[in-house]
């Protein structure tokens, strides 16, 4: 069966520090991979999506980035954090376009 | 762009109660999903709905596709605590096989408390 993780589950960061925040899947290969925010715990917004190695789509401009290094690996990651970059961060896969299954979350604190 | 809109955005019920949570598009569904979440957690995924007048169940919740596939609902029969959550409704914007690889735009989601 698949299952996918995220890393770390909490995180706590000053301004201007930088990110990097890990999703992995296994039991599936060429997975779609998705990264989205949630802020203030309600809808959430897509950040980036990949359909594989190294082919990243970004949704939202913005103070981050994502890199596909491996299949089953997708990363998030800033240069410098903002405050607005506060919130809940969820990884999805889906087997091509088929429904997303998400991960437990990263919450990400930037003071 | 396709924008969904979830009511009501917080819902108190007692235990025992039913209840319906509606989930409207501005534009025509090509998928819809229903994904349930505890707080601090990861989406759970429901059901998924793709023809029009399309019904499923699972255990004692319902969701419903309208026949001109433009709205959903989340029909829970006999709310129970472990009811209790946020619930979210997810949806694609084009055919599967289009330009979308898949990505979906989500409601801002339904907080359900049951009280016992």
């Known amino acids: 069966s698949q299952t996918i993780h995220q890393w770390p589950a909490t995180l706590v960061q000053p301004v201007g520090s930088p990110l990097s925040l890990e999703c992995t899947v296994e039991?599936?290969?060429?997975?779609?991979l998705y990264w989205y925010r949630q802020a203030a715990g309600r809808g959430l917004q897509l950040l980036f999506y990949?359909?594989?190695?190294?082919?990243i789509s970004s949704e939202v401009p913005q103070n981050l980035s994502a890199s596909r290094p491996q299949d089953r690996q997708f990363i998030l990651s800033s240069k410098k954090l903002l405050l607005s970059d506060s919130g809940f961060y969820l990884c999805?896969?889906?087997?091509?376009?088929?429904?997303?299954?998400f991960g437990p979350g990263t919450r990400l604190l930037v003071l | 762009s396709q924008e969904l809109e979830q009511s009501p955005q917080s819902l108190i019920v007692q235990e025992g109660k039913n209840l319906t949570i509606n989930c409207t598009s501005s534009?025509?569904?090509?998928?819809l999903y229903w994904y349930k979440q505890k707080y601090g957690e990861g989406l759970i995924f429901l059901m998924m709905?793709?023809?029009?007048?399309e019904e499923k169940s699972h255990e004692k919740i319902t969701a419903k596709l309208d026949e001109k596939k433009q709205q959903s609902s989340l029909h829970i029969t006999a709310s129970q605590p472990s009811h209790a959550g946020i619930y979210l409704c997810?949806?694609?914007?084009?055919?599967?096989?289009?330009?979308?690889?898949?990505?979906?735009?989500f409601g801002q989601g339904t907080i359900l408390t049951v009280h016992p």
């Open positions: 997810g949806a694609a914007g084009e055919p599967a096989g289009g330009t979308s690889y898949g990505k979906l735009t």
């Open positions: 709905l793709q023809k029009g007048g």
């Open positions: 999805a896969w889906a087997p091509g376009v088929g429904t997303q299954y």
């Open positions: 534009k025509t569904l090509y998928g």
């Open positions: 990949s359909v594989g190695i190294g082919q």
């Open positions: 039991g599936t290969s060429n997975p779609n």
